[in-house]
């Protein structure tokens, strides 16, 4: 065979196969190419459905809090009603653990700050904060985020402070 | 074999592959090699769409997410839900009430979401009771049924929801034409021609969703298929499709097929307001339910309804003309101009599509083909835009997507086929598997489609999955319609036979969803807000057990003093604030099922304890690790007995020589 000739046939093939592949790139294309179209950005659910009636508190910072004598009494009774209706099937005023522990001297256990993350910020604590991980091995229910505003959770604590005996 | 001979037989191979790949085979072949891409949504991730499907013969509404074909929620509508206590609960039970009592079941067929100037906008869903005559309405904040209206002077109200473009109406027209509520009904059916009577009914929705029936149309004695509201310039409009102009009694199969051409009936809704205000209206006294769900007593309550308003055609010119549309037509679709009205004759060989410019003309100009029932009959030729020719066999529903083509479903030939509305030339043909009855794209019976899919539900799936017994899944198929041609990506089971259904972005929806009840806001007349308020009482043979629930106990969990032949209401308040925390409450024996109590919410389970004994009651709701622990006991004595009405929890211990024992 002539040199020639190989050459020939070998610029045949070669031209065969890009043929080919600009075919088959084709078919493929036309096969699945076109997709959805990918132009719309995700749903941010945290974003969509920050105007809940749910509340999940920011972190209360130290400089947040101000503990002042005497106690306020109109604290003390909101601070109660809210007791009953949200945290006393869990919690008694007395020092016996229930679900919880009992709040008899939680004010001296406990620093305000770290109450009032605890009632606003509970998975948080949870997850984060070793005092709080401690009680959850020792009650081990997670304590329920009852969706307190912050200055719900203040009045909570007033009432703590009047139930282990402060003025 | 050098290396170019083994490049040219590799290439020759792929070419054969992928040609084949393209050339449909069967039943596996038409999804493309990227569809599973494209349906998957990672964990984590959520779905771009809502998709609302009617559950057909279960009575409830399903939602599912899309592309991923992901199950979310069974909504119960118009049958009970042992599962959620819906229908079983004293709160609940007055929602399947009726003229004819307790319904606990319906069939669900068509879903309307709620619109404003044309565009949904995620505040409600609708959706009819086939059967005995309802509109349910279904609140998207809370994925709970509202409101549930019966229709008067109806037999089956198949052609509903669909819902105007600003929420004005859902209208309800009557399956079967019957003699009305208030004829005698006591008359052979053999005088249907004589006796038997037709309505559409216009439901308002006011600004909170509420609904009530506006007005009737009494109208000859068709039957009434499918409806849809015009919009944008057909906005006043709706057009009821209907079958059996024959007004046949029996074997409709046949009688009902002997003509030509049945109807597109065209009502002028504007103008029957005009007719109501001007006092045409006849008063007339019927009897239908009314019930609505209190999102703050966490409660339904049920009126009957006494009076309707009906106008009749012949006293109302203008209002009602009857379009002529070939072969028994079923769906009557509004594309998103308003200008154009697509009927689909189950038996026809082409698809009419009507225009609502040329409607207009032939009534200006009287061009009428004589009457039905002293109701002007449009001339077909002169309000036709044209016909699609040879689409496919058994036309069925239409829908639209943004950019002027439209997406007809054919039940015989099982395909769906894509057209242009403009030129009425087909463009595209898929199959499905198998016969496929409605379809939907997000958006497509509004004025602004969101395309991407087109969503097939199928009556039959064969051998589409694994098969369970002589009963098998009905199915959705998802296509990609973003392109040219439309690509199969998912097929998914669904629950009950899915009718028609309604997609929408889910950030429309998300944004609005309800997390908890606020306890604050609970204003259940039976609620227990707080342990202080948990109590157990006596009136007469009723105890009221007012039941608080937390992680993870009852207060109170030990009740004595129960006597047979006492009916036991256990009140269960759920004192979390925590989204995704109910409670479940069950007791041994009762005739009817468990309570679920979301978050901040009062229910009430009655039991009438059978026999002398103590019975566990526990939370069925998975909801601490302590859950199993969430249990207690209710004393059941014999009649008569002094034990006196006692309650605890965790204070009941042993007391006596037992303790003693210790």
Not at chain 2, 343 to 358: E, R
């Amino acid at each position: 065979m002539s040199l020639i000739l190989k050459l020939e046939i070998m610029l045949k093939r070669i031209f065969f196969s890009v043929f080919l592949l600009v075919i088959i790139a084709f078919f493929a294309t036309s096969c699945g190419g076109e997709g959805v179209k990918k132009d719309q950005p995700a749903v941010d659910i945290n974003e969509l459905t920050k105007n809940q009636p749910e509340t999940k508190g920011a972190e209360v910072k130290e400089t947040d809090i101000q503990i002042t004598h005497p106690l306020n009494k109109d604290w003390i009774a909101s601070g109660k009603t809210i007791y009953e209706l949200k945290c006393q099937p869990c919690h008694k005023l007395s020092e016996e653990k229930l679900v919880g522990p009992g709040w008899k001297e939680v004010t001296k256990r406990r620093t305000p700050v770290w109450i009032m993350n605890m009632i606003t910020n509970t998975d948080y604590m949870l997850d984060k904060d070793p005092e709080a991980q401690k009680l959850l091995e020792l009650c081990m229910v997670r304590m329920p985020n009852q969706n307190l505003t912050r200055d719900e959770a203040r009045r909570v604590l007033e009432f703590q402070r009047n139930n282990d005996g402060e003025k | 074999m050098n290396t170019l001979s083994k490049l040219t037989a590799i290439a020759t191979v792929a070419l054969v592959t992928f040609m084949v790949g393209c050339k449909p085979r069967g039943a596996q072949s038409a999804v493309g090699g990227d569809a599973a891409q494209k349906t998957y949504v990672a964990p984590g991730k959520y779905d771009e769409f809502y998709d609302f499907v009617s559950g057909g013969f279960s009575g409830q509404m399903s939602v599912y997410g899309l592309p991923s074909g992901r199950l979310f929620r069974v909504i119960p509508v118009f049958s009970v839900d042992p599962e959620k206590g819906y229908g079983y609960s004293e709160e609940t039970k007055a929602m399947l009430n009726t003229s004819h009592g307790y319904v606990p079941w319906d069939d669900l067929h068509h879903i309307a979401l709620s619109e404003t100037n044309g565009i949904q906008d995620g505040r409600w869903v609708f959706a009819n009771g086939n059967n005995t005559p309802r509109i349910a309405r279904v609140d998207l904040k809370t994925f709970r049924t509202a409101e549930i209206l019966e229709i008067p002077n109806s037999a089956g109200n198949h052609s509903s929801p669909f819902i105007t473009e600003n929420s004005e109406y859902v209208v309800a027209g009557t399956r079967f034409s019957v003699p009305l509520d208030n004829a005698n009904g006591d008359v052979p059916i053999n005088t249907y021609k004589q006796n038997f009577k037709g309505t559409v009914s216009f439901v308002k929705v006011d600004t909170s969703g509420r609904m009530s029936i506006a007005f009737q149309i009494q109208t000859p004695g068709v039957n009434f298929d499918l409806a849809r509201a015009g919009k944008g310039k057909s906005h006043g409009w709706v057009f009821f499709s209907c079958y059996n102009s024959e007004k046949a009694n029996t074997l409709l199969e046949v009688n009902a097929s002997q003509r030509d051409k049945d109807f597109i009936m065209c009502v002028n809704w504007k103008k029957a307001e005009e007719y109501v205000k001007a006092g045409k209206a006849e008063k007339r006294t019927v009897a239908y339910a009314h019930n609505v769900y209190n999102e703050n007593r966490h409660s339904a309550t049920s009126e009957i309804e006494k009076e309707v308003l009906v106008l009749d055609p012949k006293n109302c010119p203008d209002m009602v003309y009857f379009m002529p549309c070939p072969k028994s037509p079923h769906g009557c679709d509004t594309d998103p101009s308003g200008e154009y009205i697509v009927g689909s004759g189950k038996l026809a060989a082409v698809i009419p599509v009507f225009s609502f410019t040329k409607i207009q003309k032939a009534i200006a100009d009287k061009n009428y083909d004589g009457d039905y029932d002293g109701i002007p009959v449009l001339k077909y030729e002169s309000v036709l835009h044209g016909e699609v020719q040879k689409p496919g066999l058994g036309p069925l529903h239409t829908e639209f997507d943004a950019d002027g083509n439209a997406y007809t479903s054919f039940f015989v030939s099982s395909e769906i086929v894509k057209w242009r509305l403009s030129d009425l030339k087909v463009l595209d043909r898929v199959p499905t598997y198998y016969s496929v009855g409605h379809l939907s794209v997000p958006g497509g019976p509004t004025r602004k489609p969101w395309g991407k899919y087109v969503i097939a539900y199928n009556k039959i799936t064969k051998d589409r999955y694994l098969p369970t017994g002589p009963e098998l899944a009905q199915s959705a198929q998802l296509y990609d319609i973003s392109g040219e041609k439309m690509k199969l990506l998912l097929d998914f089971p669904t629950i009950g036979e899915p009718h028609y259904a309604e997609a929408i972005p889910a950030d429309l929806i998300v944004k609005n969803s309800q997390k908890i009840y606020r306890i604050e806001d609970n204003q259940n007349p039976f609620a227990a807000k707080g342990d202080a308020n948990a109590r157990v009482e006596r009136k007469g043979n009723e105890v009221h057990a007012y039941i608080t629930a937390i992680r993870s106990h009852f207060t109170p969990d030990n009740i004595e003093g129960v006597k047979l032949g006492d009916v036991v209401y256990f009140h269960v308040t759920n004192l979390e604030q925590d989204w995704d925390i109910p409670h479940g409450f069950a007791v041994k024996g009762a005739n009817n099922a468990e309570l679920l109590i979301m978050p901040g919410e009062t229910q009430t389970l009655a039991w009438k304890p059978d026999r002398v004994g103590v019975f566990p009651i526990y939370c069925t709701d998975f909801c601490s690790a302590l859950h199993q622990e969430m249990q207690g006991y209710v004393r059941v004595s014999v009649p008569g007995s002094n034990v006196p009405i006692t309650f605890s929890t965790g204070k009941n211990e042993p007391t006596g020589p037992i303790a003693q024992n210790k």
